[in-house]
């Protein structure tokens, strides 16, 4: 049949030229990577053959070959698994089906040049041509009779034809190595690569003699070929047998990862549900972290076959971060998908995970705060949405969760808020926006910057949906800083000296002034602000912006207008700092001179002022330029 060639999606030219180019020293974790992806197709049969047992019906011993020929200087790595079509192959080998792909090939282009971190981020099976000039893949579906050849030497191009020539099940993928990698030739050095990356594989993996090697491998085995792995499920072993080595191994293969793991939790429940669990917390950030889909990543097992990486109802979205397998001994074998959805079993076992996560989880925040906080940096935003989406562990996660605040620079706790309130402070102050350097700037906190109140600085998106719907923390209320009223007069601070009192003593007598001016610039502005007042928040700015009592946030309102959900504005309230010598002087005009088209500019100006500090775009910048550029001219000449 004819060949056809197809070239590379564009991220995986680019990919593959780092990878061919990389100075990365660890080449030998491409066999890795090899072996991880025929254990996966073996699984992936597995479970198909509960339903359909016809697919393996004629070859049910899954093992993973490794097959040698020193003459023609070529590694194969064959399994009987799954296989891949001619579309499978297309989409499988020329693409990266992995979201957020294009910031992953950016990460590795910034790195690769100085460090060469390939290994950290898993190119697959890409990283076979680290250490090939050629790639021939042979593929035969499960159930299917066509076979499919698969070529490449990396460099944009590939090609597929239909062959006869294929496993008779699974995939055959002989690499022809560079001549800086025939050390891969040696049986010697794939024995430590395997032992090394490999050991917990729970099929096994076989090394045929060399004069075997020409293209019957992942046919029959032969009956030399050498056992190279142990091949018993890793989380069936006793962890005493267990060496962190051959944990992180796994939790790189099961997770698709490359960091150190963070957090490791072995556990064997017996009783009334019996099941094992593996699971893994990253120490690095995964780049699909916010995929929308908010799948969780942990395999379930039954009687130690994969049963899924699919099933929804075995982990909530807010632990998607999690890496790892469950495997229990009670539910049957030939479990369907729909037989998974709202089966009591699973949701059983769900509950019990989340406990026994969100447990190890409190005690690593008690014993190694800093260690914590490192985790908090990396997953507190996906953690948060367990707080609304899961009212049952409420407690526990508030108590997991971990704010910056304007109390310092690093993570406080509710606990530590509480701990820190001022007599005759009853609520939980916070602030939310983009950034903490842009938020901890904002006027709406300098009057709690005076008396020393604290106030938590957030940045997550999803604060502004866990927080209505928490409400409070220990009967004490979340109170938004930019919304409503601030009660400050009320709290009792240190800071609360007689300067102070003397100050609102003036306030008093300029209440007049203060009124006439609100009441000009109220009606100057009545068609962009919902109203105009004197500000009890406001120490050093003359205006900022709130919102009303029961009105979206600032912040919130924002978001959603980014992402389409609202298009007319609620109007906010513009609040002016009587203190302050701008707002006086123009108290002042006002009460000498009333209206004029100068304390109008003013006016304006003053909204389009506290816009700028709220980050938000102007509704007519060339106002704003023309009537700066009038006073700023007035001045000049004066
Ligand atoms: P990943 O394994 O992280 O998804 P890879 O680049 O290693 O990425 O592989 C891409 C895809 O190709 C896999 O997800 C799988 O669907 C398919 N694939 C790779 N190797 C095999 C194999 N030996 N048998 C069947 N499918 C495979």
Redo the contacts with the bound molecule.
């Keep these: 049949m004819s060949e056809e060639k197809l070239s590379f999606q564009a991220e995986v030219s680019r990919l593959l030229d780092i990878v061919a180019n990389s100075l990365y020293s660890n080449k030998e974790i491409f066999l890795r990577?090899?072996i991880?992806?025929?254990s996966?197709?073996c699984d992936?049969l597995r479970y198909a053959a509960i339903t359909q047992p016809d697919l393996s019906a004629e070859d049910s011993d899954f093992r993973i070959t490794l097959a040698l020929d020193k003459k023609a200087k070529s590694l194969t790595v064959a399994?009987n698994?799954?296989?891949?079509n001619r579309g499978?192959l297309v989409a499988?080998?020329g693409t990266?089906?992995?979201s957020g792909t294009a910031a992953f090939v950016e990460e590795i282009e910034k790195t690769e040049g100085s460090l060469g971190l390939i290994g950290q981020f898993?190119?697959?099976?890409?990283s076979a041509f680290m250490v090939a000039d050629r790639v021939e893949v042979s593929?035969r579906k499960a159930g299917e009779t066509q076979g499919w050849s698969w070529v490449s030497d990396g460099k944009g191009e590939f090609t597929v034809t239909a062959t006869e020539d294929a496993p008779a099940r699974?995939?055959r993928?002989t690499l022809y190595l560079r001549k800086d990698a025939k050390d891969f030739l040696e049986a010697a050095r794939l024995r430590q690569i395997v032992t090394t990356y490999s050991d917990h594989i729970a099929i096994p993996i076989l090394l045929e003699p060399d004069a075997k090697a020409d293209g019957e491998a992942g046919g029959e085995t032969g009956g030399e070929a050498e056992r190279m792995n142990s091949a018993a499920a890793i989380w069936t072993r006793p962890k005493s047998e267990i060496t962190d080595e051959q944990y992180k191994e796994f939790y790189h293969h099961v997770g698709?990862a490359f960091d150190e793991p963070w957090l490791k939790l072995h556990f064997k429940v017996e009783g009334v549900i019996e099941y094992t669990g593996l699971l893994f917390v990253p120490s690095t950030k995964p780049f699909d972290l916010f995929d929308p889909t908010r799948k969780h990543r942990v395999k379930l097992y039954v009687k130690r076959v994969f049963i899924t990486d699919d099933c929804e109802e075995l982990l909530p979205s807010y632990l998607r971060f999690l890496r790892g397998v469950i495997d229990t001994e009670d539910l049957p074998l030939n479990i369907s998908r729909e037989m998974l959805q709202h089966n009591p079993m699973i949701a059983k076992i769900s509950n019990a995970v989340v406990k026994r996560v969100l447990g190890e989880l409190k005690k690593k925040a008690q014993k190694t705060p800093e260690d914590y906080a490192a985790f908090w940096n990396n997953f507190g935003a996906v953690i948060k949405e367990g707080l609304y989406e899961d009212s049952g562990q409420r407690e526990v996660l508030l108590g997991l969760a971990r704010f910056r605040s304007t109390a310092g620079d690093g993570l406080v706790s509710l606990a530590d808020y509480l701990g820190r309130m001022k007599e005759g402070q009853e609520s939980i102050f916070y602030i939310t926006g983009d950034d903490f350097d842009s938020l901890a700037k904002s006027p709406q906190l300098e009057g709690f910057a005076a008396k020393d109140i604290e106030v938590l600085l957030l940045t997550d998106p999803v604060d502004e949906f866990w927080l209505p719907a928490v409400g409070a923390f220990e009967n004490k209320p979340f109170k938004s800083v930019t919304r409503g009223g601030t009660d400050l007069g009320r709290i009792k601070a240190a800071g609360d000296t007689a300067a102070g009192t003397a100050a609102d003593g003036e306030v008093q007598e300029q209440a007049a002034g203060l009124n006439a001016l609100v009441a000009f610039v109220k009606l100057t502005l009545k068609d962009e602000v919902k109203d105009v007042r004197g500000s009890e928040r406001l120490t050093e700015s003359a205006v900022c912006l709130v919102a009303d009592e029961g009105d979206l946030d600032i912040h919130l309102e924002r978001i959603l207008k980014q992402h389409g959900q609202l298009n007319a504005a609620a109007h906010r309230i513009l609040e002016v700092n009587p203190k302050h010598p701008l707002i006086r002087r123009l108290a002042e005009r006002v009460g000498e001179s009333g209206a004029g088209e100068d304390l109008e500019a003013a006016a304006r100006l003053l909204l389009d002022q506290a816009r700028i500090l709220e980050g938000e775009p102007l509704a007519d910048p060339a106002g704003f330029a023309k009537r700066m550029s009038e006073i700023m001219a007035r001045s000049l000449s004066e």
């Design positions: 990577e090899l991880s992806n025929a996966d197709a992936r399994d698994g799954i296989g891949m499978d499988n080998l990266i089906a992995r898993g190119v697959g099976f890409y593929s699974g995939t993928v698709h």
